[in-house]
């Protein structure tokens, strides 16, 4: 071999070598890359853990929070608001009655027929509109003008056979927002939540905001109730079911209610009911404990939320924010690492990733996990192999199973506080042994995120009967209530009307 050649077939080694080098460098940095984002899935693993000792923690600070609630104004972060609903529709209401619902992402109107037996429920025309976004941070005369004229039009197509000639619409205003009410017609805005921003409406009686602004518009229409949407729903279950007795709604936002003795309402001393018990409006949302397992993106989202260090249990369960929750754990992987390739800015933007598209990601049974390809798309995250795509499918699983679970463990915690989880409350000192002869339980269920991700109805179903013990549980019932919120609320109206 020539020395032309030899130079020629080393420097060829070499190369190779080089290449080789570069490719093992590659593999090993992707490697590390991959390594990176298992290490940050693993870390929310750890931070979202919720096993059943845990959950039960959870279960013993809502049962004290309920109880510092009732016992003082502001002695929990639990508000434990009166209602001024202490009779709940039995199934004897008779005549047509009306319900308008502002949610947290949607408005409904709807109107129903009661003939005077339980099974005689006539729900009619059910409207169902995304509320418009320009809305949320406008003026209450903006909204309230909005509110009266979409039943207007709901009037109007009725025509002339609903409502006889001179007799006034009876409306429940269903207002899914905490309220501090004077009675059951009327209320005052506490504070704003899920996104909403109207300051002026603060402290505003709501109801007479509505029937302001339906004489404007010379509606013939009496707002005969303001009504929280999870009273509402535990009105439904109450009227199908008079076990029911706590109703619990996960949409946008999450909230309970639930029927307590009056005597158990310190704060209220005196206060006297018919039926010696009163709905109570936990507002739930604003839970907080130091055994709710926290991590990094919860602080993050709080932190740029338009209601920071406020509603801290609704911001791990609840609709609005889930999607966002799972968002910035992307966020995070795509920085640290480059397994989701050059990712658009898109990605940072808050709430981009709505929960919905969570569950069809979480549910995607496609072979090669299609839909959550699509959804990586629309989010600036295009071509990403199937491992990634099983990636995200995890974060989904982690942060809806939180959810679930907490969820069940919020539901424990009211059963607990009135004595139907089988320890015979928080006050009797029975042992868990010592199961009180227990009472079935109804426990009513509506909401958006509940009706439709059935992997976060199953996580907290499952985590209901890990937390009561398979006796326990035979006893208590999930009931889902579709619209509950706004159907239930018209028959409070009509139970008013009749009582
Ligand atoms: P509102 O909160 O306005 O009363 P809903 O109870 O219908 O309305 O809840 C709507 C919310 O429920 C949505 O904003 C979303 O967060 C959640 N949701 C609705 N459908 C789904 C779904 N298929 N998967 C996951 N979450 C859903
Ligand atoms: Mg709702």
Redesign the pocket.
Known sequence: MGKVAVAFAAAAVVAACSVAALMVGRRMKSRRKWRTVVEILKELEDACDTPVGRLRQVVDAMAVEMHAGLASEGGSKLKMLLTFVDDLPNGTEKGTYYAL?L????FRILRVHLGGQRSYLDVQDVERHPIPSHLMNSTSEVLFNFLAFSLERFIEKEGNGSSSQGVKRELAFTF?FPVKHTSISSGVLIKWTKGFEISEMVGKDIAECLQGALNRRGLDMHVAALVN?TVGALSLGYYHDPDTVVAV?F???SNACYLERTDAIIKCQGLLTTSGSMVVNMEWGNFWSSHLPRTSYDIDLDAESSNSNDMGFEKMI???YLGDIVRRVILRMSQESDVFGPTSSVLSEPYLL???S???MHEDDTPELQEVARILKDLGVADVPLKVRKLVVKICDVVTRRAGRLAAAGIAGILKKIGRDGSGGITSGRSRNEIQMQKRTVVAV????Y???TM?REYMEEALVEILGEEVSQYVVVKAMEDG?SIGSALLVASLQSS
């Open positions: 619902h949610g947290g992402t949607y899914s949407d709604v949409g946008t936002g609840s609709g609005m709505r929960t919905n969570v569950s069809v509506e909401g958006g995120l009706m439709n991700y976060f919120s």
